[in-house]
């Protein structure tokens, strides 16, 4: 482990503190670079895309959340009975 972590490349302090903007209540969103990585390791740990049954919703603030199927019915009622 110690000639691992010796081969790991020193951060670079402005990347490390725009990475430790966020939170846990308050996380700082991906974008950009960053973003794409994330979207890389996904695609990569999930070749088939199923996300673990999380579905992707649009919230009333405008912002996309994944959600899982438990919580679904909050943010997609679906149509209504006639």
Known sequence: MQALIAELPVPQEDRLND???GNAENPAA???ADLRGVRQLLNEL???RKYG???RMLATS???LWICPMHVEEY???LPDV
């Open 19 to 21: 990475f430790n903007s």
């Open 30 to 32: 991906a974008v950009g």
């Open 46 to 48: 999930d070749p088939y």
């Open 53 to 55: 049954g999380l579905r």
């Open 62 to 64: 405008g912002e996309y």
């Open 76 to 78: 997609d009622p679906g």
